[in-house]
């Protein structure tokens, strides 16, 4: 079986890693020539929505996924009448587009932050009626890692937040001081099976996920799962799908999802039964779930920008380094690490000996 | 950092797949166009010894290895002399020759079955007064999963057996009616670091491995590290090895060892904190070498042949599957499973489970 991917970075690296001992083979559709997935699958090096590109992908492989949601949607409907694209096109177009995405939330009655379309400066010096000082004015697409936001304390901030984001689609969101950042990883198939992993419990350092730890047993695991699986069910979901959540006293305010694999749900490659690059592939290939138990207590820490001296980090007991052979620039995710521990105090005190290690 | 493997089979394939995560990039000389290990590593496509691959793959790589013993002793000392090439060719030399690797263990108060060398119809008429009846008569190379061997019950197999066999260089060894089969597997660093597996208990089928469990605290634990350890001192070795065992009324006769990772290490790959393919690159790169320690209860299925359905396969829970992406041969290993369980009561139930799969 061939999986094709759009895109070829690690999250496409990590997908093929995890899929090769199920006997598939991949090609990715990336336009760079150093694409870290392309190290060790097929490379159609071109535009994500060249079409000659994405006519070859969908001849040469029997399902297509795809990395990041910015893919072309007229693209991936083309390919769908050749090849089976999962997730769908819908789940894309939704979960791309922070006011549908939102939208969505509100119509599944999902809580989330109140929200309101910019469309005009005039909607713009509305807007903090509705979502009281500060808010977020955000780009509707292409926003990822905290880039394409901008936090306005008041009406001083309008003018510089109206002329740094004005040429693209806005949306403004009130801003929410949660205790918790958490995040739920769902795998589901075409016949309804689904798979949810213990939650993520996440940490942000300039808007770039930072540290997320597994967190069985966790009070919130059953309402996130309600929450996600509306999702699931509404678009007829097919793959891993992951929900970032705010906790506010004691309740869950859902902050965006992601139609993929997510940077959240690394640790599951040790630290759960099966990981969510091989329930992703299991997923859209229509094969059963894997379980989600975790194993043993794990958490997962991002190299931004740099890689600690792998003997270094390869000396501490219980780590597990992912290096994703990029080349080094700064603000750009180039590894992880996923530490394991038999008990939640040596883990705490493995990742303390980890962030240490942090260049 | 790249590292070349001479050969790429099923165990080049998972050394990549292990090393991809410490950021190392492959290349792999084999001289079939389908060798499953080029699907995801830079190929040569030439003969094991073709002294200008040799040569190319030496000036690409910071570092060479072999996935199987037959690798050409010239070929490997010649490129020796331009990269690092490890386990050493004296290791080579010495465990791909029955003769001298027996020799070795006698010289190291390691015990073996009786042996003698046959040169000639005199020599092997003569065995039997030394090794007794029956006994094995075997090539003192190229055997492998129980090819190259004959064993004889009388006199009347002196013929056949010679006629069978006696173009190449030849062993004969005593037949051991031994209890049980185990290997132990140690990983061993340039500065003498040593990292040793817990034991694996081996079944074989017609001479094919078939069946490993990881055996924590098997009583034969120490009495084999400490067999193993006799060699890798001896040779200054580097990398992983296995050495093999017979446990005859609970003393070790040492079988025959490996100079790489080994068939019987494979349930490493979930079953250990560290697989034998991640360690056995952290040794030959002079990196920290990782824990060894079981990662709850697990063994390994060999599919010889054929592979189970894969929906069937991943249905089981805590079963791990290894397809090689080969040609399907009868007698050939295309796969494995390894079946992973938090108590040694249900990984024996999830095992008789896989093994109905069985095609």
Sequence with gaps: MNVGIIGGGQLAR???????PLGLRFVVLDPAPDACAAQLCDHLQAAYDDPAALEELARRCDVITYEFENVSLTGVDKIAE?????PSSRSLAVSRDRLREKTLFRELD?????FVAIDSFADLENAPKLLGWPF?????????DGKGQYLLYNAGDLQPAWQALASQSLIGESFVPFQREISILAARRKNGETAFYPLSENQH????????????????????????????????????????LFEVHGKLLANEMAPRVHNSGHWTIEGAETSQFENHLRAILDLPL?????????????????????ADLLE??????????????????VGHATVRAPTEAALEARLNHLLKLLP
Tied chains: 1, 2.
Excluded: W
């Excluded at 219980?318 to 995710?333: E, F, N, Q, T, W």
């Design 14 to 20: 990590m997908l093929a890693l995890a899929g090769y």
């Design 82 to 86: 050749v090849t089976a694209v999962y």
């Design 110 to 114: 999902i809580p989330t932050p109140q």
């Design 136 to 144: 977020l004015l955000k780009t509707r697409r292409f926003g990822y």
């Design 205 to 244: 350092q300039n808007g770039i996920l930072h540290l997320s730890r597994c967190r069985p047993d966790d009070p919130q695991t059953k309402p996130a799962e309600n929450l996600i699986q509306r999702l699931l069910e509404t678009l007829d979901y097919v793959g891993v799908m992951a929900l970032e």
């Design 290 to 310: 894997g379980a989600t138990e975790p194993v043993n207590y794990s958490a997962m820490v991002n190299f931004i920008g740099a890689l600690p001296e792998l």
């Design 316 to 333: 501490q007991p219980g780590i597990h380094c992912h290096a994703y052979s990029k080349a080094l620039r700064p603000g750009r995710k």
